[in-house]
């Protein structure tokens, strides 16, 4: 068993930045891929971005490219969401999800790739 921990989130102002952090627990988190998807309210979760480890392979939704980054510091079981020059549009509560196994008829930026949920950290970004 997993468990998933988001921490990082948090008021900003538009323009600035935050450094999201999934910390896992519960076994080694040699994840065959890691998500980051986003709930913003009276909208449904959405796919932010993701990495497979195995190849580095990583995917970001249009709107969050070339400003969101996903990494992951192997020691530390935790795996991490940059975000630089933040927008209105993306308050929202972030969520990381972690498959142990791989799942390659599913696509990475859908949630059913994902077994393992952490319970989400409030991002606000204020004008």
């Known amino acids: 068993q997993v468990q998933l921990a988001e921490s990082g989130g948090g008021l900003v102002q538009a323009g600035g930045s935050l450094r999201l952090s999934c910390a896992a627990s519960?076994?080694?988190?040699?994840?065959?891929?890691t998500g980051w998807f986003r709930q913003a309210p009276g909208k449904e979760r959405e796919f932010v971005a993701a990495?497979?480890?195995?190849?580095?392979?990583?995917s970001y939704t249009d709107s969050v490219k070339g400003r969101f980054t996903i990494s992951r510091d192997g020691a530390k079981n935790t795996v991490y969401l940059q975000m630089n020059s933040l927008k209105r549009e993306d308050t929202a509560v972030y969520y990381c999800a972690a498959r142990l196994s791989p799942a390659y008829a599913v696509p990475l930026s859908s949630s059913y790739a994902y077994n393992y949920w952490g319970q989400g950290t409030q991002v606000t970004v204020s004008s």
């Open positions: 990495r497979r480890w195995s190849d580095g392979i990583t």
């Open positions: 519960g076994r080694t988190f040699s994840s065959y891929a």
